[in-house]
């Protein structure tokens, strides 16, 4: 069940350089990562998990599968996109077929990269893709608020849909995104088939220098400073060196060159994994000789749900899950051995999946 991540910005801001960073490191034989291309500017990437390779070192498995999620790289965006400027429509019908956005920003100054936004300046930038969005978001509101207002004088079952709408209009005029509206789920059932694009998570990329890649510069900072209240994490990092590292097949190579720049590991890693938890996904592993696996589910998902993603008749037969905290697998070595110290537990339908957990699921066919 890879969720997609949307890969934005500016036209260079450093957009597609980590874009190809993320597929030549999935492409390294040496690498954690495994890149499968969909279509042009699109990939599935594994999520670099050490719990995975420490199970394996136990299990001694066939085959080691990681969980994955997918990243787009789509087109930069320009001042008037709402409107139809540049790729315009095309840019935001792809963002809206993503679950999470992550929002490239130029946080360096090159003279030989062009910009035609003026001086470096990464919170008008920012601002000039959110307008963009609350714009375009704007407009779907408004429509089906003039559809729901007619519809509303007949079925009162309607009323509250049309506050939902109106409260959602007032938002974005006042310069805000859906997302911190905080509407329930309810609610937000009045405009699920808009797709609204501020209604998703977001992830910024304070792209810097190569000597600010530890430190950050006034750029990130200003960056940083601007979202602080919006609940998104900043992460900063130089993409050029991160593609200049993906590269790297054989992995002494690669520690040698990480070294040299005093990095204890890729900021890539840091990108994958904050984009995972963006997602509000968490983790099991099934653990066996034939393979040790990672699934992706939804954090709060139940039992029989982490069974669906294995197969639908899981959940569809479920009698009961055999789990194994991970650091209990680990602490003992063998599902038997955690079976022998009291260490496995029965679990039924209402148990609530932990990040972790090591899982066998029974079932009826």
């Known amino acids: 069940m890879a969720l997609k991540a949307g890969i934005v910005g500016l036209p260079n801001v450093g957009k597609s350089t980590l874009f190809n ?36 070192e136990l299990v001694k498995p066939e085959r080691i599968v990681p969980t994955q999620i997918e990243i787009v790289d789509i087109a930069g965006l320009v001042r008037g996109a709402s409107k139809g400027e540049g790729l315009g429509n095309k840019f935001l019908a792809n963002i809206r077929e993503v679950d999470a956005i992550i929002h490239v920003i130029r946080c360096f100054e090159d003279e030989n990269i062009l910009r035609d936004e003026g001086p470096i300046n990464p919170v008008s930038d920012k601002e000039i893709i959110e307008t963009e969005l609350q714009l375009k978001d704007l407009d779907s509101v408004e429509r089906k608020l003039q559809r729901t207002e007619k519809m509303a004088k007949t079925d009162p079952k309607m009323k509250a849909e049309l506050e939902v709408l109106i409260r959602c209009q007032e938002h974005l005029n006042k310069g805000k995104n859906i997302l911190s509206l905080g509407l329930s789920k309810e609610e937000k059932s009045a405009i699920e088939d808009l797709f609204l694009l501020t209604d998703k998570s977001i992830l910024y990329v304070a792209n810097v220098d190569e000597a600010s890649m530890h430190t950050g510069n006034k750029f990130s900072a200003a960056l940083i400073e601007a979202v602080k209240n919006e609940g998104n994490q900043v992460i900063v990092m130089t993409n050029a ?28 890693d840091r990108l994958i994994h904050s984009t995972y938890k963006l997602l509000n996904l968490s983790t099991y592993f099934t653990a066996g000789v034939q393979e040790v696996r ?39 070595g063998s599902e038997a051995a955690c079976r022998e110290n009291g260490r496995l537990r029965i679990e039924g339908k209402e148990y609530l999946v932990q990040d972790g957990d090591v899982m066998h699921f029974r079932f009826n066919v």
């Not at 499968?36 to 420490?54: A, F, M, S």
């Not at 097949?249 to 900021?267: C, T, V």
């Open 294 to 332: 990672a699934w992706t589910i939804h954090k709060g998902w139940k039992a029989p749900q982490a069974a669906s993603v294995i197969h639908t008749d899981f959940e569809k037969g479920f009698i009961k899950a055999e789990v194994i905290a991970y650091d209990d697998f680990i602490k003992y």
């Open 21 to 56: 960073a993320v597929s030549n490191s999935a492409k390294a034989q040496a690498s954690n990562y495994r890149f499968c291309t969909i279509e042009p500017n699109t990939g599935l990437v594994n999520v670099p998990d050490p719990r995975l390779d420490k199970l394996a």
């Open 241 to 268: 060196i991160e593609a200049q590292i993906a590269e790297f097949e054989n992995p002494e190579d690669k520690a040698m060159f990480m070294e040299e720049y005093k990095m204890e590991e890729p900021a890539l």
